[in-house]
């Protein structure tokens, strides 16, 4: 069975740069038609998409947020990665990895749909 | 960009039928996705492909797209079904997803 877990600091200063780290069991992440995701959620509101990849180097960003993003794939443990810069108290959310993936005989885009999601982590922006 | 407009909050009696909409300029001409949050865990697809169940999700569960709107439908509900519900497209455009602001259901 497929499981995502995030792990990374809870604490990041103002200005620095928040970096997570999702593993992945059950499934590899050089998958063909997956894509691996970011979502994040503030306290007490709704969730906003971050950004995916996929292991052919495929990448999509949130326009509001595509400056300050990186994300990238660690095929030899299985894991895929969030570095978010400049962080302000804005970015204080917590943030879910899930595995996108396309139910129709051609994948568009548009038909991909996060249907494995992690746990979840809280990440803080505190000095 | 595009936006998704969903009501804040839904109540229904057990054992009635919830409807929550999700409005958007020619929605029906996209793919719509539904998830559900539980209090403290994390959101769980419940329709996919505008009106499709992943396996485990109960039958009460249905989904519409037509027009400007979309719309989940629970039938019988029931207390458990009490949560934080979700949809989202792909905006082609800009080409990123965009989700919903939330609806919360609450069974009364």
């Known amino acids: 069975q497929l499981q995502l877990q995030e792990s990374g600091p809870g604490l990041v200063k103002p200005s620095e740069t928040l970096s997570l780290t999702c593993t992945v069991s059950?499934?590899?992440?050089?998958?063909?038609?997956?894509?691996w995701g970011w979502i994040r959620q503030p306290p007490g509101k709704g969730l906003e998409w971050i950004g995916t990849?996929?292991?052919?180097?495929?990448?999509y960003f949130n326009p509001s947020l595509k400056t300050r993003v990186t994300m990238s794939l660690d095929t030899s443990k299985n894991q895929f990665s969030l570095k978010l810069t400049s962080v302000t108290a804005a970015d204080t959310a917590v943030y879910y990895c899930?595995?996108?993936?396309?139910?129709?005989?051609?994948?568009?885009?548009?038909?991909?749909?996060?249907?494995?999601w992690g746990k979840g982590t809280t990440v803080t922006v505190s000095s | 960009s595009y936006v998704l407009t969903q009501p804040p909050s839904v109540s229904v009696a057990p054992g009635q039928t919830a409807k929550i909409t999700c409005g958007g300029n020619?929605?029906?001409?996209?793919?719509v996705y539904w998830y559900q949050q539980m209090p403290g865990q994390a959101p769980v697809l419940v329709i996919f492909?505008?009106?499709d169940r992943p396996s485990g999700i109960p039958e009460r569960f249905s989904g519409s797209n037509s027009g400007n709107t979309a719309t989940l439908t629970i039938s019988r509900v029931e207390a458990v079904d009490e949560a934080d519900y979700y949809c989202?497209?792909?905006?082609?455009?800009?080409?990123?997803?965009?989700f919903g602001g939330g609806t919360k259901l609450t069974v009364l």
């Open positions: 899930a595995r996108e993936s396309c139910s129709a005989t051609t994948c568009y885009r548009w038909y991909y749909h996060m249907d494995v």
């Open positions: 059950g499934d590899s992440i050089t998958t063909t038609y997956y894509f």
């Open positions: 990849t996929s292991y052919g180097g495929t990448t």
């Open positions: 020619n929605i029906g001409s996209k793919s």
């Open positions: 492909d505008d009106r």
């Open positions: 989202h497209v792909w905006d082609s455009s800009s080409d990123y997803v965009i």
